[in-house]
């Protein structure tokens, strides 16, 4: 076959070529540690190790949701633990007022004592995790209950508080208008023992602070609390007390004023979807028939009058109180126990994804030498028949 | 009856026809490493018999090495390597262009692919859903809220970014069918300049017409490799050029060119350049050659990854914006934008201004549960969750992908179809380089084959000379009788 010079070095450089780019693969997978730098190199592969990444990334943070899940169950847990200790010491002492050999005056010092563990439960219903309210629902920001407290500064009860008013720019304009509502509410609002009429057609907050400071419900108070958003002053309407707020035609509500809704979930994704309830609402706590808080100030009462049937009276209704104190912890103790083994499965995963990621992506070191060193050799061997390319010819040999 | 005289002539002849054969073996020999150069053969022929004697020598014809069926095959590769080659480029711009990087957190490390630094679209997607999990922690919180403010910034930064890589690399096929275009319409007018000069010099076959020849098919070859040619030799020497097979597109037709150029043509309601004939505007259909690749480029590839990216931005402002609407702030209000409305493609995604002006805006809690119109609180993080479990919604290829799968399949798509080319460009490489050895092993110059033409050609100018002294001698031996 006739063979043209030029053929013979460009083969030579082609194959060279070819040599090199092999290498330079080879060493930029050695140098990297991975094997797919570009989606072309393992399309497949490519897409599989982003979704793990993702996997990944989801994991990491279903283990942050759980970390910050547990903090706070944690948190509650010993409030729990506290508030029944405190109940069973309150027993004992209500066990030992009912007793007819305690008199008068040990009652009463007993009642002084009772008193100091009723301040410590109600503290204990506003105890706050991380500037939270813990027993507050979902409404954090609001303290759950409000104390009523006569003059000589004793707790007369406590009940839920209301929660304060949406932020308006201006106190002094009809709410109506700064809602921009086109047929804003009217009517009467009935706020513990007293009826309100309310128009937020033509009413402002300070008109309708006036209207309730003229009705006068027992244990209310109406404030307006001024705060800062961008630099301009705003205001909320602030009405503290324990009083039911009774609004059919949804005029308070409109502003978003109600009693704080002690009953609602705090979720955290512990897995794809998977929510799990964190908070412990302070309605199974706190509220309803005989609980910790009358029953206290059953107790208290009871004692400071002297009052054998109430005290006996008082430990039936702690006793129910005690009950559903465990009750809860009880929830609190197995969904803890859900999510620690909730965590020990995230960790698990991540271990797997990690190591599934790494053989979707890393390069086979041993491999990847041989490999190189076998591109090497050929490399070596197209040189040294290059050297051969530029052999005499027959022109060397003429004089 | 043979004079001296008439030996002399012949001694002359042969001088003078082994002396352009020398010539011949020399021009080749010094265009050894010509692109292009078919090297030449001396064809010499007898001289007309006198009175059954000899006269001598001539030099007949000079021809030029070449096999027709080579130089179509290697013009047919060559269009495909063009095409191929071109392709090929363009899929690495698209890859670097959708580039994923993996780093950006401290408990990332490494990256899958080698570029440091930074975070692409599905790190920001992830990050994005992930952030509106720790506003479902912390929903009062201002820094979560902050951060899901610039994680979204973020997510809209990598759609822009990649948008407008995207918009700068069709701008940069539009300029590259305009320079090929013009680049194809310089070769064929050098194609007509050349066939009126080998028609002129068809009356001197021997001066220059072999060269031209050589340069003509050069100019084609260079045409094939930016657009399909059917060349087709004329009887008259010429080579009428014609495009794709069957089209009836002239491009060269005797010393006559025809120009092409891009023009804006819309079609359905969508704007892009096409090639048509300067003379009639029709239009020219490439297959092959770098502008079949541009175009392939630019109409498929490009247009096809762009709408794919369009499709992830608009459906992710669709679906966060219906769950963030439904959901309340910090302050109370419902049915805000996360994104701007307006924002449905990747070039426009946005973050609200209401989100970007008020964080509190973010809608991170549900309703309450008595009245479904007032928000449950500032530590409800309901809206936040469901905003987070967007991520799960499979909302593509039929209700079997979710975002991220969507995305990341893209990404394998395009990494397939990018392995495709690259192997099928590496392919043609070969096809090509194999076409061309055998065509180049047929005319392109060996040194040894001219060595020994010139040893040969050499020995009988030697011979021919000696002729003439050996007819000198003998004039001389006439002249002293």
């Known amino acids: ?399 | 009856m043979s004079t001296i005289g008439n030996m002399i002539q012949i001694g002359i002849s042969s001088l003078r026809a082994h002396q352009a054969a020398l010539s011949v073996v020399g021009n080749n020999i010094a265009n050894v490493n010509t692109e292009g150069y078919s090297r030449k053969t001396a064809e010499l022929e007898t001289s007309n018999t006198v009175n059954g004697l000899g006269t001598g020598v001539e030099f007949a014809t000079l021809t030029r090495a070449r096999d027709i069926i080579l130089d179509r095959q290697a013009r047919f590769e060559s269009g495909n390597a063009g095409r191929l080659n071109y392709l090929e480029s363009a899929m690495s711009t698209l890859e670097a262009i959708f580039t994923e990087v993996a780093g950006g957190g401290t408990t990332e490390t490494g990256s899958i692919f080698n570029i440091d630094g930074g975070a692409a679209l599905t790190g920001a997607m992830s990050r994005l859903f992930t952030a509106f999990q720790d506003l479902a922690n912390n929903p009062e919180s201002q820094a979560t809220r902050a951060a899901v403010r610039e994680e979204a910034s973020l997510l809209t930064e990598q759609f822009h970014r990649i948008d407008g890589q995207l918009d700068v690399m069709r701008d940069d096929l539009d300029r590259e069918l305009q320079n090929t275009t013009t680049a194809v319409n310089a070769l064929t007018r050098q194609i007509a300049v050349l066939n009126e000069k080998i028609l002129a010099a068809k009356e001197n076959p021997l001066d220059v017409a072999g060269d031209l020849n050589d340069e003509r098919d050069r100019l084609i070859d260079d045409l094939s490799e930016l657009i399909d040619v059917t060349p087709l030799e004329q009887t008259d020497g010429t080579i009428t050029v014609s495009g794709a097979t069957g089209e009836g597109v002239l491009l060269v037709d005797r010393d006559r060119s025809f120009d092409i150029e891009t023009r804006l043509i819309v079609q359905n309601g969508v704007a892009s350049t096409s090639l048509v004939t300067v003379n009639d505007a029709k239009r020219v259909a490439v297959t092959t050659g770098k502008l079949a690749g541009i175009l392939e480029a630019r109409d498929d590839k490009v247009t096809r990854f762009d709408s794919e990216l369009d499709l992830l931005a608009s459906s992710l402002v669709t679906r966060l914006n219906a769950q963030h609407a439904a959901g309340f702030g910090l302050d109370g209000s419902s049915g805000n934008t996360f994104f701007s409305s307006t924002g449905t493609s990747a070039r426009l995604i946005e973050v609200s201004d209401t989100v970007l002006n008020n964080l509190d805006k973010i809608a991170a809690s549900g309703p309450s549960q008595g009245n479904p119109n007032v928000t449950a609180g500032p530590g409800d993080g309901g809206n936040a969750l469901a905003l987070s479990d967007v991520r799960l919604v499979k909302l593509f290829g039929g209700g079997t992908q979710t975002f991220e799968e969507f995305y990341t399949d893209v990404i394998g798509e395009l990494g397939a179809e990018a392995r495709r080319i690259f192997t099928a460009a590496a392919g043609q490489r070969l096809v090509k380089a194999q076409v061309d050895q055998r065509r180049e092993n047929i005319r392109g110059v060996s040194i040894n084959e001219e060595a020994s033409q010139l040893i040969l050609f050499q020995r009988a100018y030697q011979a021919a000379a000696r002729l003439v002294t050996v007819v000198d001698q003998m004039m001389q031996a006439v002249l002293n009788i």
């Open chain 1, 1 to 399: 076959m006739r063979v043209a010079d030029s053929v013979l070095s460009s083969t030579v450089a082609n194959n060279l070529r070819q040599s090199l780019g092999r290498i330079n693969r080879f060493q930029t997978d050695l140098s990297t540690g991975v094997k797919i730098h570009n989606a072309s190199d393992d399309p497949a592969g490519a897409s599989r190790s982003l979704m793990l990444r993702s996997d990944v990334r989801n994991n990491q943070q279903f283990q942050r949701n759980i970390g910050d899940a547990l903090g706070q169950m944690d948190f509650v847990d010993s409030t729990l633990d506290s508030l029944l200790n405190t109940v069973i010491d309150l027993q004992g002492i209500a066990i030992a007022g009912a007793s007819d050999t305690v008199n008068p005056e040990d009652r009463d010092i007993m009642s002084r004592q009772v008193n100091e563990l009723l301040e410590l439960t109600v503290s204990i219903g506003q105890s706050k995790f991380r500037g939270r309210f813990v027993f507050a629902g979902t409404e954090t920001l609001e303290k759950p209950y409000e104390d009523i407290r006569d003059a000589a500064g004793q707790i007369t009860d406590i009940g839920n508080a209301i929660r304060a008013s949406i932020t308006l720019d201006d106190r002094t304009a009809a709410v109506g208008t700064q809602l921009g509502l086109l047929t804003p509410p009217a009517g009467t609002v009935t706020i513990g023992d007293q009826a309100v009429a309310i128009d937020l057609a033509t009413d402002s907050l300070d008109d309708i602070k006036a209207s309730i400071d003229a009705a006068a419900p027992t244990g209310v108070t109406v404030s307006i609390e001024e705060s800062f958003r961008n630099g301009q002053p705003s205001f909320k309407l602030r009405i503290s007390g324990t009083a039911t707020v009774v609004d059919s035609n949804n005029v308070l509500g409109t502003l978003n004023l109600g009693n704080v809704d002690t009953t609602k979930a705090m979720l955290r994704e512990v897995g794809d979807g998977i929510h799990v309830q964190v908070n412990t609402p302070g309605q199974s706590l706190f509220e309803g028939a005989q609980n910790v808080f009358t029953s206290l100030i059953q107790l208290r009462d009871a004692l400071d009058g002297n009052d054998i049937d109430g005290i006996r009276a008082s430990i039936t209704s702690m006793q129910v109180a005690q009950n559903k104190i465990s009750e809860v912890r009880g929830i609190l103790g197995s969904r803890t126990e859900r999510v620690e083994v909730q965590r020990g499965l995230l960790e698990r995963f991540e271990v797997n994804l990690t190591s599934a990621l790494s053989i979707t992506e890393d390069a086979d070191l041993a491999e990847t030498v041989l490999n190189l060193q076998l591109a090497q050799t050929v490399f070596q061997s197209a040189l040294v028949s290059g050297q051969s390319v530029f052999l005499p010819t027959l022109l060397d040999f003429l004089q």
